[in-house]
């Protein structure tokens, strides 16, 4: 009697049948994060050049953001135990895509003023708050869709945050040359697209849903049955 084959790794760990909506969501991901980092990277320039905000006191803006980033994450944990993680991030993804829209504005409005000063912070609050909540909620979408390969897929939705944020500080430096409002812009599109991906990720289990088979009604006298 020969040896056993060798198991593979296939074989050992069955795919989950959700597993293949993995590459549209961590798209998403990463094109959300690129539409953050392309105005993050180069916040200090564009403060200073659309509310007067200068390098001694850009702190400020700074502390706003990782104020409303903490608080973001913390309310996304606990929304999540009560409502779909995909209603979670497509809100949050909205939100990012409102903020594009007032920042590509902003430059042609209050431009170098202490109301712009105002706004911007005002603005860049609502981001962090709402912004940051997206991560969270696609971390646990993956972990519904992967089963058993969880950890791989967590393990590649950091690296795709990591691309992420190299592409979208790569774009945002080829953005200022062509003044302020180029840098939400181009942002702008990157979330567009991270709501298009979102949406396919969507669309499979939305299927599933709708082909699963009603279970049949077993009549009342099999449900008295089943009483203990």
Aim: net charge positive; glycine share 10%; proline share 9%.
């Amino acid at each position: 009697m020969g040896a056993p084959r060798p198991t593979t790794a296939s074989e050992a760990v069955p795919p989950h049948r959700g597993i293949r909506t993995v590459p549209t969501t961590l798209a998403a991901t990463a094109l959300s994060i690129c539409g953050v980092f392309v105005i993050y990277t180069y916040l200090a320039w564009f403060a200073d050049r659309t509310s007067g905000i200068h390098v001694s006191t850009v702190t400020t803006v700074y502390l706003i953001f990782g104020v409303g980033a903490v608080v973001s994450n913390m309310v996304a944990g606990r929304l999540i135990d009560r409502m779909p993680p995909l209603r979670i991030a497509a809100f949050s993804m909205a939100g990012l895509t409102v903020a594009r829209a007032v920042l590509a504005v902003l430059p042609g409005v209050v431009a170098r003023t202490p109301a712009g000063a105002v706004v911007l912070c005002l603005v860049v609050a609502g981001w962090s708050l709402v912004g940051w909540m997206f991560n969270p909620a696609q971390q646990q979408r993956l972990l519904t869709v992967a089963g058993p390969l969880g950890p791989v897929v967590l393990s590649l939705n950091a690296s795709t945050i990591y691309a992420g944020q190299a592409v979208g500080g790569g774009l945002g430096g080829l953005l200022p040359a062509h003044g302020p409002s180029a840098l939400p812009l181009g942002a702008l599109g990157c979330v567009l697209a991270a709501l298009v991906f979102l949406t396919l990720s969507a669309r499979p289990a939305r299927r599933r849903t709708a082909a699963a088979p009603a279970t049949p009604d077993p009549g009342p006298a099999a449900r008295v049955r089943q009483i203990p």
